[in-house]
């Protein structure tokens, strides 16, 4: 019954998901509103909905690990998992801009929170927990990084003169009549909701009857489950030889989990870490440092299929090591 929460919980979501984003697109399409907008809002919030329906569910049902856990799972699934999976069907070009911009942004949201969590280090507390003050906090840096991009696209001028790819993505959305769009989005809500409240009982459920903590779960099996959105868009974006899409799609996800994701659901409640460690904190860091690292070499600007393997032989290991310690 518990998996049967757990995979029917997560359709839902993905369902949800796909119906608010198709409905928020065309009321956006409708106002005439630039598609750079509609990509950075809509569409990033579309890809990390189900990291935010369970995580504000998990934390409202005081199932604090899990919040945590898929959150810091996710995005080590998604830089070691996604773009190295995605690497082996195609080798990575990266940006200068991304280089210097976008992943060193995605090292300090993952360092900001590190420090957020590490109260009983750094303050001598009794415990670590990330506050509703850290959760405004990491809103505050979401607002800051959403102006920043804004910022950034406005200077390039793709706000005024959008590319090509993204005047083919505005092309792709469908102009819903009003009263189909207010559909869309109400269901769509209402899937997140009931999806994400199935989830979480499910990977509760699931974690009681294995005898195994909140946090190994969290960290695995929901982490995995919610980041399927960004698997299969960058495999897609891979097989159409676009593979160069997966890194903005993985950095865009990190970076609304950790900030946005986390943001809201510690400032909804207080989230206590009992389960996650500094040890998948720091292997949340060293992913990040890792991708930027194969970047710089030798001045290429590529992840190739040798360094996407070691991506997952990293992710491989850092599992074997969760599940070692059980």
Request: with cysteine.
């Amino acid at each position: 019954m518990n998996i049967l929460f757990l995979v029917g919980g997560l359709l839902l979501i993905l369902l949800g998901a796909n119906g608010l984003t198709d409905g928020a697109a065309s009321v956006a399409k409708r106002f005439h509103i630039p598609s750079i907008v509609i990509g950075l809002t809509i569409v990033a919030f579309g890809t990390s909905a189900p990291e935010l329906t369970v995580s504000i569910s998990s934390a409202l049902k005081g199932s604090a690990d899990i919040a945590i856990g898929n959150v810091v799972g996710s995005n080590t699934f998604n830089t070691l998992m996604i773009v190295g999976c995605t690497a082996l069907f195609a080798p990575i070009a990266i940006t200068r801009n991304t280089l210097k911009r976008e992943i060193p942004l995605c090292i300090l949201s993952s360092f900001a929170l590190l420090i957020c969590a590490n109260d009983v280090l750094l303050d001598s507390s009794g415990e670590n927990i990330l506050s509703i003050t850290d959760g405004l906090l990491l809103l505050c840096f979401f607002t800051i990084f959403l102006s920043y991009t804004f910022a950034i696209a406005k200077r390039d001028g793709s706000m005024k003169e959008p590319e090509k790819e993204h005047l083919q993505e505005e092309d792709e959305i469908r102009l819903l009549p009003a009263w189909k769009s207010a559909l869309y989005i109400l269901g769509g809500l209402a899937g997140l909701i009931i999806g994400g409240n199935f989830f979480v009982d499910g990977a509760s459920g699931i974690a009681r009857g294995l005898g195994v903590s909140e946090s190994i779960i969290g960290l695995t099996l929901v982490a995995g489950g919610t980041s399927l959105p960004e698997l299969a868009t960058s495999i897609v974006a891979a097989l159409k030889k676009n593979p160069e899409i997966a890194i903005g799609n993985v950095i865009g996800s990190n970076l609304f989990n950790i900030f946005f994701v986390l943001g809201c659901s510690a400032s909804i409640t207080p989230l206590r870490l009992t389960g996650i460690t500094n040890f998948d904190l720091w292997v949340l860091v060293g992913s990040s440092i890792l991708l930027w690292l194969f970047g710089i070499f030798f001045g290429k600007r590529i992840i190739t299929r040798v360094e996407g393997s070691i991506l997952i032989l990293c992710y491989i290991a850092y599992t074997a090591v969760l599940i070692y310690n059980l």
